[in-house]
């Protein structure tokens, strides 16, 4: 396993709301944005990843009761629950923090399934045998209007509405984390990315850039690829990613 990440200011927005971590030896990847206003955005990022990392890691290596290996859609579920607390508290307790969130999407490698949850509009995708496949579904309000039918993806990738989310984590006291699960096989590529960088390039370019990579030294240039190529579309948002191969 192989992982690379990357986090960037990206050329308008004056501080980076966007925070990322990841550790190698356990297989777990974490990628948050930000948002609130005076700083909040950057400090709720960052709460809601120091949270997730500090459960999955508590939780890597142990067993239920029964002996079976840890049922990680259940720890990841929890991980972002208690994020979602730990941001909603101290928005709740300080005026200056009032009403900030963040999006928050973390992925598990556990032997050859990798586990994906999320809240808010940040992604998860998997490239294998030469295909993309987005493994998560923004929750945002363009998504919404896709699904019904009202706008066309290509639409919603130009809505000036596209940043609206319709769940994030630290809003409200409780939030719905979404969980999936695929195979991981030999060479796959796991991608977490925030909307900094598909707001600025589509899926055709990202599944470009990956099957251009191919061995695990070139994991650090696919996403500087990536990002390089979202600054010279524009960099209107902080973009971030992490990317791991299997």
């Known amino acids: 396993m192989r992982i690379a990440a990357r986090s960037d200011l990206g050329k308008v927005r ?9 550790d190698a030896r356990l297989g777990i990847v974490v990628l948050a944005d930000g948002m609130g206003g005076l700083r909040a955005g950057e400090i709720a990022s960052a709460i809601a990843v120091e949270a997730v990392m500090e459960h999955l890691s508590d939780r890597a290596g142990e067993r239920v009761d029964n002996g079976t290996p840890d049922d990680f859609a259940t720890a990841l579920r929890e991980a972002l629950e208690l994020a979602n607390r730990r941001v909603y508290a101290l928005s709740d307790s300080k005026d ?3 009403g900030m969130g963040t999006t928050l999407v973390v992925g598990v490698l556990r032997g050859e399934r990798f586990i994906a949850a999320h809240v808010g509009d940040s992604r998860a995708y998997r490239f294998s045998a030469g295909e993309l496949a987005r493994l998560t579904a923004d929750h945002s309000l363009v998504q919404l209007l896709v699904e019904q039918g009202i706008l066309s993806p290509a639409e919603a990738r130009r809505s000036p509405n596209r940043n609206i989310v319709t769940r994030a984590v630290g809003i409200e006291a409780d939030v719905e984390v979404d969980v999936v699960e695929v195979d991981a096989g030999p060479g ?4 977490l990315c925030s909307d900094g960088l598909t707001d600025m390039i589509d ?6 850039f990956c099957a251009e990579s191919r061995r695990d030294d070139e994991l650090a240039h696919l996403v500087d690829r990536l990002i390089d190529a979202a600054l010279a579309n524009g960099g209107l948002d902080n973009v971030s990613v992490v990317a791991l191969r299997t």
């Open 14 to 22: 004056d501080n980076n709301e966007d925070c990322l971590a990841y």
């Open 96 to 98: 200056e923090y009032a």
């Open 188 to 191: 796959d590529v796991f991608l």
């Open 203 to 208: 899926d055709t370019t990202i599944a470009r």
